[in-house]
């Protein structure tokens, strides 16, 4: 594909506008229909993105021809069902992680992006990371080995806010949502299968009705081995950091930036063309598109990740 790819975007919170901000650096590319639920709000940022095309339905976007790919930043709970509208619409997909909120969604999107020969992508942003990148270059030029995998996710957040403080209406998940992120990017960098898998929550908020509280334990079939806290609890520092514990070095990865062990910053800057994770997982995205291949985080690349949320659903539940 040569032409000019046009995108559909659903969701304009927090996430939607950073992918809109990331697109903008990407020739070749243009957004031609905003979906949110909100129609006023959806187009002032519509008309500040110059984007010609707004609805509240998702299936209006799918019925535009010109549209050919969907980037879908919703709730978490119409992830599965909305990838799979998309690709039964034709579309190639790339749907905001969590790829579902089960392993029964998950499977199906991977089995019908299938049948369809269709780029269908999650978007775990770490794989996309620099400083990530960094750490799975040494991996992969066989200069570092992944022994330990430390990582805390902390948020304070006992509403229903998103990232901008704004109210949403949905419930984020500690398990289904943000140990997702780890638990896929455990075993990428590590190259091996998650073989062990335990966790323990906290109690369940009495409004909210989730666990505010999550320690999660793996081990991967190298050897390798990941502790993960997570916490909507946690008033300081919010975010998620990650150190490394290798046979060769130590990092420790905060978003896009990476220091030693020792904390002396690594110059990621020439990794990518950008710093911006989100831009570089959705330059993936197209790229795939027009070079009809499975991309880095394609669902079925990243299905094994929520075969161990599942394992480990059924362990909380069932405590």
């Not at 794989?127 to 902390?154: A, C, E, I, K, W």
């Not at 949502?177 to 896929?184: L, Q, R």
Request: hydrophobic share 40%; with cysteine; net charge negative.
């Amino acid at each position: 594909m040569t032409k000019t790819i046009k995108v559909a975007l659903a969701g304009a919170g927090a996430f939607g506008i950073k992918h809109l901000d990331g697109i903008r650096q990407i020739p070749g590319v243009e957004v031609v229909s905003l979906i949110s639920r909100e129609i006023e709000k959806t187009r002032e940022i519509a008309a500040r993105y110059g984007i010609p095309h707004v609805t509240t339905e998702l299936a209006d976007s799918l019925a535009l021809p010109e549209v050919d790919a969907v980037i879908l930043c919703t709730p978490t709970q119409l992830h599965a069902e909305q990838a799979l509208a998309c690709l039964r619409a034709g579309k190639h997909v790339q749907v905001e992680i969590p790829l579902a909120d089960s392993l029964e969604g998950a499977e199906a999107v991977v089995d019908l992006a299938r049948q369809r020969g269709l780029v269908a992508m999650c978007g775990h942003t770490r794989r996309f990371n620099p400083s990530h990148q960094y750490v799975q270059r040494q991996v992969q030029d066989g200069r570092f080995r992944l022994q330990q995998m430390d990582v805390q996710t902390y948020f304070f957040r006992r509403s229903n806010i998103n990232a901008l403080g704004e109210a949403r209406s949905w419930t984020d998940h500690l398990l289904w949502h943000h140990a997702a992120h780890t638990v896929d990017l455990f075993a990428y960098q590590s190259g091996a299968e998650i073989i062990q898998a335990h966790a323990l929550q906290g109690p369940a908020h009495p409004e909210l009705g989730i666990a505010m509280d999550m320690s999660i334990q793996l081990k991967s079939s190298s050897g390798a081995i990941c502790t993960l806290s997570l916490s909507f609890n946690n008033d300081g520092p919010l975010g998620t950091y990650f150190r490394y514990i290798g046979d060769s070095a130590t990092y420790i990865a905060r978003y896009d930036d990476l220091y030693t062990g020792k904390e002396e910053k690594i110059d990621v800057s020439q990794i990518d063309v950008s710093m911006n994770g989100i831009e570089l997982q959705d330059r993936e995205f197209f790229a795939a598109i027009r070079e009809g291949r499975e991309p880095n985080s394609s669902v079925a690349k990243v299905l094994p990740c929520y075969r161990v949320l599942h394992q480990l659903e059924q362990q909380l539940n069932a405590s």
